[in-house]
C-alpha cells in the first residue's frame, strides 16, 4: 500500500477578528494529521490563532476560461460604488 | 543557486512572430508583469522548466537539512542548538512550500522524490561539501543562505504565481538564518585565537563552492536566455555574483577575515570587487555526482525515505478506518 496523501489546503486566522486566508497546502492522511501538519508548516512564528484544512479535492474553482461571463458584467455597473455619485461640497456626513 | 542549470528545452529563443496565438498572448502576458497561475494556459516548456527549476529548489531545501544535521548534537550550547533545530526546521518548511508549488503544475509529490532518490533530478552543489567544523555551520548560514537571498528575492517576482508566493514566504524567513550564521561567525572571531582560525578555515573550505553556488558564466546560455524571457530567472549568474561578491567582502573585512582569492581587488573604475574564478571542472564534477558527500546525502535520503515508509503507510490505514466518524466542526 503506498497510496499518496491526499492534497489539503490551510487557512490560517492571524489574529482574532480576521478572515481565514488561505497561506498553501500540504499532505496528510487525515483532517488531524494535517492541523498538527499546518501548524509545523506555516504557523512556526506566531501567524496564527486558528487553522482550517479542507481537502483540496473538495474543492470547486471557477476556470480562467470563465473569466469573461463571470466578471464582465459587474464591471458595466459602476453605479455599484459610492464614488459614482458626486456629492455636493456643502453637504457634509454623507 | 539552488536551481542550477535548468533545462528549459529550448534551442534558441524565438521572437513573437514565430509563437502562435496562445503562445503570443502567454508572453505579452508575461511581458505585461501579469502572473500565470496554474489552470492559465502555459507553453508545455515553461510547465516542464518549472517544474524541474521549482523541485530542484525543493530538493535543495530538503538535502539542505542535512550538512546542519551534522552539528545538532554538537552545538556548543543548548541555545546555538535550539536556534540551529528552528533553522533546519525552517528548510523542511521551504522543501514543503516549494513542492506545492511544483505540484500546482501538475507533478506529484511522490514523483518528485521519487527522481530525487534515483538521482534523476538534482539538488544544488553546495550541499555535497561536509561539514567539518562548528565554524561551518556559520560559514553555511552567513555565505550559503546570503547567496540563496540574493538569488530568491528576485523571484519573488517571478512569473509563475505559487513560485512567487512560496519564495515571498521564504524570504521572509532566510534573513534569520544569514544572521544567525554571521553572529556565529562573530562569536569565533572575538574568541580565541583557535576559534578565529575554524572561522578562517571555513571560510577558506566554503568561499568557492558558494561562489560556483551560482552556476556557470551564463551570458551564452540559451536556457538564461530562455528563462529571462520567461521572468523565472530575473538577472544572470554573473550579475548575481558579483552582487554577492561586493555584498560580502565587506562582511568578512569586518569579521577580521580574509577571502581565498588573490585575484579579489576593488576596481573603483567599475565600483565593484574583481574576483577570479571558480575552479568549473570542480563544479561540473560535484553536478555529475563527484563531490566529497553526493552519494552520502543521497543514501542518507533514501534511507530516511525507506525507514519511514511503515509509519507513512500506517498513517494511511489509520485514517482509512476512521473516516466516517471525522466531521469536526468549523471554528
Redesign the interface.
Known sequence: MSSEWPLWEVFIRSQHGLAHKHVGSLHAPDAEMAVNNARDVYTRRNEGVSIWVVRSADITASSPGDKAPLFDPARSKVYRHPTFFPMPEEVKNI | MYAQMVDTGAKRVRAAEEMDADERAFQERIDRGVKI?P???MPEHYRKTLIRQISQHAHSEIVGQLPEGNWVTRAPTLKRKAILL?KI??EA?HG??LY?AA?TLGI???QMLADLHSGKAKYSSIFNYPTLSWADIGAIGWLVDGAAIMNQIPLCRCSFGPYA??MT?VCK?ESFHQRQGYDIMIALCRGTPEQKAMAQDALNRWWWPVVMMFGPPDEQSVHSAQSAQWKIKLFSNDELRQRFVDQTVPQAEYLGLSIPDQALKWNAQRGHYDFGQPDWNEFFEVIKGNGPCNRDRLATRVKAAADG?WF??A?????AK??AP?A?K??
Do not use: N
Open positions: 497561475e489552470k492559465d494556459f528552528a526546521q525552517d518548511g514543503l512550500y506545492s505540484e506529484s509529490r511522490d508566493r512560496a514566504r524567513e515508509a507513512r503507510e498513517l494511511v490505514a489509520h485514517a476512521h473516516q471525522q469536526q468549523a471554528a
